[in-house]
């Protein structure tokens, strides 16, 4: 079947985000013929897909009618069942909430409590650090006799970053990997989780973060996870259940996420060589590229919202309760918005993409992200004379978060 005859119910298929002509394909036509269809995937519970630039920021702005609570991604039903047996019938969010899934003015101020580490000022005093690690992360390339799969590059160089803002120690990283991917690309059969996977990948994460909680609580400093331990909402210190939940959104949201826009900025760098030399030649565009690497690869393929009473979206009747698929990916290459969308332009000038979201859930560490990829490619750029594909890049089977997986490369070092 070509992208072409794709269906709706396609975007609910993991396998779908393998091929992103087919992805493409499928949201363009949608955003054309009709932008916001009511989906009925097998095993799924019907959503609206929200296709359309417009469409999709006036839904996150507007969040007293679309809320987050009580869902945040279309994965299969079984798996929601199957975590519930595995918890004897608790729902996640009673051992698990986190700021995705808040509203109003309690989401805001759980969400205060980190702010400030995540504004670009407060970043400043880890910017050193994040270079450093660049820097070491593109030193390994040169220890591999030129040629690698990327990823193996790309893929802990975020991990350390946020791990080392939270004080995991470096040899706990593979597992935080691990269990990162068992949450957010539960469907890539890769990565190992079988139904109910995330959910106990969690319980895992749980035990894990016990240790840190308990030393910060005895001894706190004035570390993020220090902050969060200790942190107080309407003057009560926050539960046990809310203190793991920050901890797992930031550690699970602060890597995967940026390693996929590193792997998929260099494989769209390496199929468009023109805007490569570019980039080489003026490095000041530097910012202009990351934004189109981000408009590019959007790692977070949708999150959900869910209406609070009847209305009227997109000439389309929704119901309260309805659920809303927000596609990012499609958003960001909405013809409406972007001049020539399926052109890769380092120098895209605006760049007004919904890679990070927007409204008052937009993406808390998209600040960081963005000097973490400026610091990996301005690192590469300068220690990498030549690089080139060696091999068929493979992406994440995953309707959530994913991006490129493995991207085989062939280079020489300065
Ligand atoms: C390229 C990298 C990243 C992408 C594409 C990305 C994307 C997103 C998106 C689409 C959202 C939801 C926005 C919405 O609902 O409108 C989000 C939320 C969030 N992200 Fe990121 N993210 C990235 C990196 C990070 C990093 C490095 C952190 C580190 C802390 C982070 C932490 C969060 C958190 C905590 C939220 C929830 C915010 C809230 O609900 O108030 N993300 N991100």
């Not at 995540?118 to 040629?147: C, H, Q, W, Y």
Request: hydrophobic share 40%; net charge negative.
């Amino acid at each position: 079947m070509s992208e072409i005859d794709l269906p709706p119910e396609a975007i609910a298929d993991p396998r779908t985000f393998t091929d992103p002509a087919k992805l493409n394909g499928l949201l363009a036509r949608l955003r054309k013929d009709d932008p916001m269809p009511y989906v009925e995937a097998q095993g799924y519970a019907p959503f609206w897909l929200v296709t359309r630039h417009a469409d999709l920021m006036a839904i996150e702005r507007d969040a007293k009618q679309f809320i987050n609570e009580p869902r945040q991604a279309m994965l299969p039903l079984a798996y929601e069942a199957k975590a519930r047996e595995a918890a004897g019938g608790q729902d996640t969010k009673d051992f698990m909430r986190n700021l995705i899934l808040m509203d109003g003015d309690e989401h805001l101020a759980y969400r205060e409590i980190t702010q400030s580490y995540f504004t670009p000022k407060g970043l400043e005093a880890i910017l050193g650090d994040v270079e450093r690690l660049a820097g070491e992360f593109i030193g390994r390339m040169a220890e591999k006799n030129g040629s690698c799969d990327f990823a193996e590059i790309a893929m802990p160089f975020p991990l350390r970053v946020i791990m080392s803002m939270i004080g995991v120690p470096p040899e706990d990283e593979p597992m935080m990997m691990r269990l990162t991917q068992q949450t957010l690309s539960s469907q890539d059969p890769e990565f190992g989780a079988a139904e109910g996977g995330a959910r106990n990948a969690m319980l895992e994460m749980y035990q894990y973060f016990q240790a840190i909680i308990s030393d910060r609580r005895a001894n706190p400093t004035d570390d993020l996870s220090s902050t969060v331990v200790n942190a107080k909402v309407n003057g009560e210190y926050i539960s046990e259940r809310d203190v793991f939940g920050y901890f797992n959104i930031i550690a699970t949201a602060g890597h995967d996420t940026t390693s996929y826009s590193l792997t998929g900025g260099l494989l769209a760098l390496l199929q468009n060589p023109q805007e490569m030399a570019r980039l080489r030649a003026d490095p000041a565009l530097m910012p202009l590229a990351v934004e189109e690497i981000l408009r590019w690869t959007n790692p977070v393929k949708h999150f959900v919202r869910t209406a609070v009473t009847d209305c009227e979206v997109a000439g389309k009747q929704v119901k309260a309760g309805d659920y809303l698929m927000m596609s990012y990916p499609s958003a960001s290459f909405d013809e409406a918005v972007f001049g020539d969308p399926f052109k890769f332009r380092i120098d895209r000038k605006p760049n007004r993409h919904l890679a990070f979201g927007t409204g008052p859930h937009v993406c808390l560490g998209q600040y960081l992200a963005r000097f973490e990829l400026t610091a990996f490619f301005r690192e590469l750029l300068e220690r990498v004379e030549h690089i080139e594909l060696d091999g068929e890049p493979r992406f994440v089977e995953g309707s959530f978060v994913g991006g490129v997986k493995y991207l085989p490369v062939r280079y020489r070092m300065r």
